[in-house]
């Protein structure tokens, strides 16, 4: 890892010195988002049907499953996974359904209690950073309990690694449609490959002393590893402990320190916070990134002249990293 994460580690330490101390108001989830994404299909047809938590992982779902599954997706877009509460319907969805499959090291708040009494009926419960192998991931010190850091999507190649125990749950329940599955499921190795491919030749063409974000919170730690950005998250890597006026404090001095040219606003997040530093900083907003949720659904993103759904995990990096390297030109 590179000099970022001491960076980031210090400014965690203090969002965790300091938890009890002051806090900003406005940090809450938008809880009236949730229910827009709960439409589970009505007409299912006797379809096996797929619940995922976030939405990055219906995307994935969805597209290895084609039309061969009823899938839903509990959280909307722009809803904060780490402050998500399930309402009554959502229990009744995961209740009905026959394989859920959610991020797990702790993204999801209270979901991964909900889960383990289904996986005992004989359900298909997968937590996809969970199945991922460990030396691949972040493992953060101090304070996230033993769990290693969640947003293992930022990095295109690892989330790649996703597609495999998805892939099997999907024929275990529809080996009748295994053939098709696979053929998806290579398909879309595909596209995350030209998408990798295409995130490096974009920060390749950035001056190396430029390559620095800060952001809301932790959520870039994979993606700064994975493609060489130094990032550094005001609030740790759970957004369920605000950031107190010191962490506003210790960010601002960083931005003068390091030089930080960009500092960025995330959808899933209060813009509150960033505001306030950049602000406080005297520097520009950066944009707005997807962090912990893929953008609305058909909002299209033109990029050099291609057009991309934000509502997909391949349009929502597409989005971040256009908005990254503008940034930092
Ligand atoms: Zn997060």
Same mark, same amino acid.
């Given at each position: 890892? $590179? ?7 210090? !400014?965690?330490r ?11 108001? +406005? ?9 827009? %994404? ?5 007409? &299912? +047809?006797?379809?096996? *049907? !797929?619940?995922?938590?976030t ?9 290895l ?17 780490h ?7 959502? !229990? ?11 991020? +797990?090291?702790?993204?999801?708040? $209270? ?7 289904? %996986? ?11 199945s991922?192998?460990?030396? @691949?991931?972040?493992?953060? &010190?101090?304070?996230?309990?033993g769990? #290693? ?14 597609? #495999?125990?998805?892939? &099997?749950?999907?024929? $275990? /329940? ?14 879309? #190795?595909?596209e995350?490959?030209?998408?990798? #491919? ?10 190396e ?6 952001? @809301? ?29 010191? &962490? ?5 001095? /960083? !931005? *003068? ?24 900083a ?6 707005? /990134?997807? @962090?912990?949720?893929t953008?609305? %659904? ?32």
């Open positions: 890892m $590179k000099a970022s994460s001491h960076a980031s580690r210090g !400014i965690r203090l969002a965790v010195a300091l938890a009890a101390g002051l806090v900003l108001g +406005g940090l809450t989830g938008c809880g009236d988002r949730d229910s827009a %994404a709960l439409s589970h299909p009505e007409s &299912d +047809g006797g379809r096996p *049907r !797929i619940v995922a938590t939405t990055m992982l219906a995307d994935l779902v969805r597209t499953a084609g039309e061969d599954f009823a899938v839903a997706s509990l959280m909307a877009p722009g809803v904060d996974p402050t998500y509460e399930m309402p009554a319907r959502a !229990i009744a969805l995961i209740r009905g359904a026959d394989a859920v499959i959610y991020n +797990g090291h702790l993204l999801e708040g $209270k979901i991964p209690d909900l889960l383990a009494p289904l %996986a005992s009926q004989g359900k298909h419960v997968l937590a996809v950073a969970e991922l192998p460990a030396e @691949s991931l972040i493992h953060p &010190d101090g304070d996230f309990a769990h #290693a850091d969640p947003h293992v999507w930022g990095d295109v190649r690892l989330w790649k690694s996703a597609i #495999a125990p998805v892939a &099997d749950i999907l024929k $275990k /329940l529809r080996p009748d449609r295994a053939d098709a599955i696979a053929a998806r499921a290579a398909a879309y #190795a595909g995350l490959d030209a998408l990798d #491919a295409w995130i490096r030749q974009q920060i390749a063409s950035l001056p002393a430029n390559r620095l974000i800060m952001t @809301s919170h932790d959520a870039f730690g994979y993606f700064g590893r994975a493609y060489g950005i130094d990032v550094i998250g005001v609030q740790g890597i759970s957004t369920a402990t605000e950031a107190g006026l010191a &962490d506003i404090v210790g960010a601002v001095d /960083l !931005i *003068r320190q390091r030089g930080v040219r960009a500092i960025f606003v995330e959808s899933s997040v209060s813009r509150a916070v960033i505001e306030r530093i950049a602000r406080d005297g520097v520009s907003v950066g944009g707005e /990134l997807y @962090s912990d949720s953008g609305p %659904a058909g909002n299209p993103v033109t990029i050099g002249g291609e057009t991309w759904d934000a509502g997909t995990y391949i349009g929502m990096m597409r989005h971040n990293v256009s908005v990254i390297v503008e940034a930092l030109r």
